[in-house]
C-alpha cells in the first residue's frame, strides 16, 4: 500500500505543475518532521510553548459534570494563542516552509481562525503571507478578518461560487499552481493531497497527547469517549490521534445544518456532513468522502458555523469511520446554537460555534458516552457573534440575552 | 499497434488543437434555456456549431471540456464558460450525446476532471465512463488533476478501448517525473507554457522553450498550451519545436463576447481558428531545414 494513502482514501490529485512541490514537501516532511533533522521538532514544540501558549489545560467541567451525571473535561484549546487548535498547524507549517527555505506563504480560511493563525505565525516568522478567503465568509467574520490584516497578511476576497471554504481552497490552489517555486501553501486542515493530511494530523496531534497525559493524572484513567466536531478534521484527528489504537470512543460530530435532505437539482446539501451522508469522490487533491451530485459535481454545503461550511474531509477520517474506530455523528444549525449559549451561561466559556456542535451531541447523547468524556473545545467564539447575534434573532432559544432588556442599575 | 486517429492527425503537420468548454453558449444557463433546469439545449446547439466552425477553420483536433464544479487548474475565463455550462444543465451524459452528434471527422479529446470520470456509471473507478466515451467516438482524455502516480486505473481503461491518455508537463517537471509520465502518455504530450492557469496571454513564456527543450529526445508529439491566443504566438512556438498548439481561453472569449460587428460567434471563431493555423503553419515553415547529405 502506498503511504499516500488511507485504505482506498487520499492521494495525490493535483495538477501536474504542484507535484514536483509535493514531492520536495514529502522530503521535508520525512526529514524534519519525522526525522527531527536540524531540531526542527525541537524548535517547532519550543515555539508552540512559549509563542503558542502550550499546554492547553484539561479543565474539569463542573457544571456539566453535574448536569450529565458523568465526569465532562474539556480540552481548552481555545486558550491557544488565537484562539484556536489552528495555530498548531500553521505554526509548524510556517516552520517548515522557512527549513525548505521558501518565504511566501499562501493559505485559505473558512471562518478565519487558520487565515488568523497563518496570518500569526508569519508575522512571529518574518514571511510574507496572503489569505484567500469566501466573499461571504468575509462579511461573516469580520473580526478575523481584521486580525489577520493586523498582523501584516494581505486577503484576497473569493467571489466563484457561493464564496465560502470551497472556492477559497480551489483559490489558493490556483495562486500556488502560478507561484510554487517560492510559495508554500498551507492547507489549514487534515485535508488536500499526500503529504498534507499526515503533515496536518501530526502537527495537531499534540491536543491529544497533552489530553491523555492530563485525563490520567486527573482521572487516573483513560476516557470513555472523546469528542471534536469535524469540518474538514483537523482538530478532530489531532484530539483522536493518541486515542485510536486504545478502545476510547472517539465521535467526529458533523454539522447537520438545516437538513440532512439534498437538493440534488439545485446542487445544495443544507448541511456539512460528508462523513455521515456524503459518498466516495475526488476533491482538492485527495480521495475522501463529498457531498457531490450522482455525476460527480461537487454540492455547495451549508452550516451556521463557517468553519464546519465545507463539502469534503479528510481522507483519514474517512478511512477511520469505513473501519468503525471513528463514529460520525451530526447535529443541526438550532442545537448549536442553543449549545453555544448553554456553554457560554453555564461554564463561563463563549465557544467557536464549531465547537458548539460537539457540545449538543453531548447534551443529545451523554447517556451512551461512558463515565468520563473529554471534548476538544477547538476554538473560542468570538468570532462568531455577529452571527450568533443574527442567528440567534430568527430563533427561540431559551435563556438567551434580549439586549433591548436590562435589569442592572438597581 | 496501428496509429491512433489522434496520432494521424499529428503526423499531418503543425497541429491546431481548439479548446471548448461543452454546454458553453455564452450565456447564463436561465437565459439560454429560457428559465428551463433540464433543457441545455441552446448549449449543446452552440457547442456543436462552433465545433464545427473550428474545424473549418483548421482545428486537426478538438480538446471539449466536460465542466466540472471545482477546475482547480483555469483561470477565470474557462471557470465562467464551466459555470454557464454547468447552470445551463450540462451532464455527462448531455456531453456524451453531444460528441455523438457531432461527426466533425477529427478526434475529440474530452478533457475534464478526475472526479466526473471516477464517478460515472453503477461500477466503481473509471471503466463506464472511458467505456461510454469510446462508444460515443471520443478519441482521448487529458484530466489535469490526474498526475502520472494516480492513473493506473485510467490508463488500462483506455488501454482496453483504444484511447489516448494525454499527459501535461509543467515548467515544474523535471528528471525522474519526466521519465514517469513519458511512459504513460500517448496521443501527444500537453506542453504546459506556463505556471499558472489556463487563460490567454499577451506574450510567450520564455518557459516555453526550456520546457520544449527538456522534451527534445521524446518522440511523442509536443502539443504546447496555456496562454497562447495570437497568430504571432502560434508561429513562435511551433517555430521552436512544438508540434501542435493548444488554445483555450481566446475562444472562450469570443464565446463569452458573443455576436458583435465583426460577426456572429462561428464566424469569428472561424476567422481565429485560420488565424491561428496559419501561425502554426508559417511556423513550421520558418523551422531551420535540416542539412540536406
Known amino acids: 500500500m502506498s503511504t499516500s494513502k488511507f485504505g482506498r482514501y487520499g492521494g495525490q490529485y493535483v495538477p501536474e505543475a504542484l507535484m514536483p512541490a509535493i514531492e520536495e514537501l514529502e522530503d521535508a516532511y520525512q526529514r524534519f518532521v519525522l526525522e527531527n533533522d536540524e531540531g526542527f521538532v525541537d524548535e517547532f514544540r519550543a515555539r508552540l510553548r512559549d509563542f503558542?501558549?502550550?499546554?492547553?489545560?484539561?479543565?474539569?467541567?463542573?457544571?456539566?459534570?453535574?448536569?450529565?451525571?458523568?465526569?465532562?473535561?474539556?480540552?481548552?484549546?481555545?486558550?491557544?494563542?488565537?484562539?484556536?487548535?489552528?495555530?498548531?498547524?500553521?505554526?509548524?507549517?510556517?516552520?517548515?516552509?522557512?527549513?525548505?527555505?521558501?518565504?511566501?506563504?499562501?493559505?485559505?480560511?473558512?471562518?478565519?481562525?487558520?487565515?488568523?493563525?497563518?496570518?500569526?505565525?508569519?508575522?512571529?516568522?518574518?514571511?510574507?503571507?496572503?489569505?484567500?478567503?469566501?466573499?461571504?465568509?468575509?462579511?461573516?467574520?469580520?473580526?478575523?478578518?481584521?486580525?489577520?490584516?493586523?498582523?501584516?497578511?494581505?486577503?484576497?476576497?473569493?467571489?466563484?461560487?457561493?464564496?465560502?471554504?470551497?472556492?477559497?481552497?480551489?483559490?489558493?490552489?490556483?495562486?500556488?499552481?502560478?507561484?510554487?517555486?517560492?510559495?508554500?501553501?498551507?492547507?489549514?486542515?487534515?485535508?488536500?493531497?499526500?503529504?498534507?493530511?499526515?503533515?496536518?494530523?501530526?502537527?495537531?496531534?499534540?491536543?491529544?497527547?497533552?489530553?491523555?497525559?492530563?485525563?490520567?493524572?486527573?482521572?487516573?484513567?483513560?476516557?470513555?469517549?472523546?469528542?471534536?466536531?469535524?469540518?474538514?478534521?483537523?482538530?478532530?484527528?489531532?484530539?483522536?490521534?493518541?486515542?485510536?489504537?486504545?478502545?476510547?470512543?472517539?465521535?467526529?460530530?458533523?454539522?447537520?445544518?438545516?437538513?440532512?435532505?439534498?437538493?440534488?437539482?439545485?446542487?445544495?446539501?443544507?448541511?456539512?456532513?460528508?462523513?455521515?451522508?456524503?459518498?466516495?469522490?475526488?476533491?482538492?487533491?485527495?480521495?475522501?468522502?463529498?457531498?457531490?451530485?450522482?455525476?460527480?459535481?461537487?454540492?455547495?454545503?451549508?452550516?451556521?458555523?463557517?468553519?464546519?461550511?465545507?463539502?469534503?474531509?479528510?481522507?483519514?477520517?474517512?478511512?477511520?469511520?469505513?473501519?468503525?474506530?471513528?463514529?460520525?455523528?451530526?447535529?443541526?444549525?438550532?442545537?448549536?446554537?442553543?449549545?453555544?449559549?448553554?456553554?457560554?451561561?453555564?461554564?463561563?466559556?463563549?465557544?467557536?460555534?464549531?465547537?458548539?456542535?460537539?457540545?449538543?451531541?453531548?447534551?443529545?447523547?451523554?447517556?451512551?458516552?461512558?463515565?468520563?468524556?473529554?471534548?476538544?473545545?477547538s476554538g473560542r467564539g468570538d468570532k462568531d457573534l455577529e452571527s450568533v447575534i443574527e442567528e440567534t434573532a430568527e430563533r427561540d432559544i431559551e435563556g438567551t440575552p434580549d439586549m433591548d432588556v436590562f435589569r442592572g442599575g438597581r | 499497434m496501428s496509429p491512433s486517429r489522434i496520432d494521424e492527425a499529428l503526423a499531418e503537420g503543425p497541429a491546431f488543437i481548439p479548446y471548448l468548454a461543452a454546454g458553453d453558449s455564452g450565456v447564463s444557463g436561465s437565459e439560454a434555456t429560457g428559465g428551463s433546469e433540464d433543457v441545455p439545449s441552446s448549449g449543446v446547439e452552440s457547442t456543436k456549431e462552433y465545433v464545427r466552425a473550428l474545424v473549418r477553420g483548421g482545428a486537426d483536433i478538438v480538446e471539449l471540456g466536460l465542466p466540472f464544479s471545482e477546475p482547480i487548474a483555469e483561470g477565470s475565463t474557462i471557470q465562467n464558460a464551466i459555470v454557464r455550462s454547468l447552470s445551463g444543465g450540462m451532464t455527462p451524459d448531455v456531453y456524451f450525446d453531444l460528441v455523438e452528434d457531432l461527426d466533425v471527422g477529427v478526434p475529440i479529446v474530452c478533457m475534464t476532471y478526475y472526479n466526473l470520470i471516477y464517478r460515472y456509471g453503477d461500477e466503481e473507478g473509471p471503466e463506464p465512463f472511458v467505456r461510454r466515451a469510446a462508444e460515443v467516438g471520443i478519441d482521448g482524455f487529458v484530466v489535469p488533476d490526474l498526475p502520472a502516480e494516480e492513473a493506473d486505473p485510467l490508463r488500462e481503461a483506455c488501454d482496453t478501448y483504444r484511447l489516448d491518455l494525454i499527459f501535461i508537463v509543467a515548467p515544474t517537471t523535471r528528471g525522474e517525473r519526466l521519465r514517469r509520465i513519458m511512459s504513460q502518455v500517448s496521443g501527444y504530450v500537453y506542453v504546459q507554457a506556463r505556471l499558472g492557469t489556463t487563460g490567454a496571454r499577451a506574450d510567450v513564456s520564455d518557459q516555453t522553450d526550456t520546457s520544449l527543450g527538456r522534451l527534445e529526445e521524446w518522440d511523442v508529439p509536443k502539443a504546447v498550451g496555456f496562454g497562447i491566443s495570437e497568430r504571432e504566438h502560434a508561429e513562435r512556438i511551433v517555430a521552436g519545436g512544438a508540434d501542435g498548439i493548444i488554445v483555450g481561453s481566446a475562444l472562450v472569449d469570443i464565446v463569452a463576447e458573443g455576436e458583435t460587428d465583426e460577426g456572429t460567434v462561428a464566424e469569428r471563431l472561424e476567422r481565429k481558428a485560420r488565424e491561428l493555423k496559419e501561425g502554426a503553419l508559417a511556423g513550421a515553415e520558418s523551422r531551420p531545414q535540416p542539412e540536406r547529405p
Open chain 1, 52 to 377: 503558542g501558549g502550550r499546554p492547553t489545560p484539561l479543565q474539569h467541567a463542573e457544571a456539566l459534570s453535574a448536569r450529565y451525571d458523568r465526569e465532562v473535561y474539556l480540552k481548552r484549546e481555545d486558550l491557544l494563542h488565537g484562539g484556536a487548535h489552528k495555530l498548531n498547524n500553521a505554526l509548524g507549517q510556517a516552520l517548515l516552509a522557512k527549513y525548505m527555505g521558501k518565504g511566501r506563504i499562501i493559505a485559505e480560511t473558512g471562518a478565519g481562525q487558520h487565515g488568523t493563525a497563518t496570518a500569526m505565525a508569519c508575522a512571529h516568522l518574518g514571511l510574507d503571507c496572503e489569505i484567500y478567503m469566501g466573499e461571504r465568509d468575509i462579511n461573516r467574520q469580520r473580526p478575523n478578518v481584521f486580525r489577520m490584516r493586523l498582523n501584516g497578511a494581505e486577503v484576497n476576497p473569493v467571489t466563484t461560487g457561493r464564496g465560502t471554504l470551497k472556492e477559497a481552497i480551489s483559490e489558493t490552489m490556483r495562486d500556488w499552481a502560478t507561484s510554487v517555486e517560492d510559495t508554500h501553501y498551507v492547507i489549514g486542515s487534515v485535508v488536500g493531497p499526500h503529504p498534507f493530511p499526515r503533515m496536518v494530523r501530526d502537527f495537531q496531534a499534540v491536543i491529544g497527547e497533552e489530553a491523555r497525559e492530563q485525563i490520567r493524572e486527573k482521572a487516573g484513567r483513560l476516557p470513555d469517549s472523546v469528542l471534536a466536531c469535524a469540518g474538514g478534521g483537523s482538530n478532530t484527528m489531532g484530539a483522536f490521534d493518541e486515542f485510536v489504537a486504545d478502545g476510547v470512543g472517539l465521535y467526529a460530530v458533523e454539522a447537520g445544518g438545516s437538513s440532512l435532505e439534498v437538493d440534488e437539482a439545485a446542487g445544495v446539501a443544507p448541511n456539512s456532513a460528508s462523513l455521515s451522508t456524503g459518498s466516495e469522490g475526488v476533491l482538492h487533491g485527495a480521495r475522501t468522502k463529498l457531498l457531490q451530485d450522482a455525476d460527480g459535481q461537487i454540492m455547495e454545503s451549508h452550516s451556521v458555523s463557517s468553519g464546519l461550511d465545507y463539502a469534503g474531509v479528510g481522507p483519514e477520517l474517512a478511512h477511520l469511520v469505513d473501519e468503525g474506530r471513528v463514529t460520525p455523528v451530526n447535529v443541526d444549525d438550532d442545537g448549536a446554537l442553543e449549545a453555544f449559549h448553554r456553554l457560554s451561561q453555564l461554564e463561563g466559556i463563549i465557544p467557536a460555534l464549531e465547537t458548539a456542535h460537539a457540545f449538543a451531541f453531548l447534551e443529545e447523547e451523554y447517556e451512551d458516552l461512558g463515565e468520563v468524556v473529554i471534548v476538544n473545545v
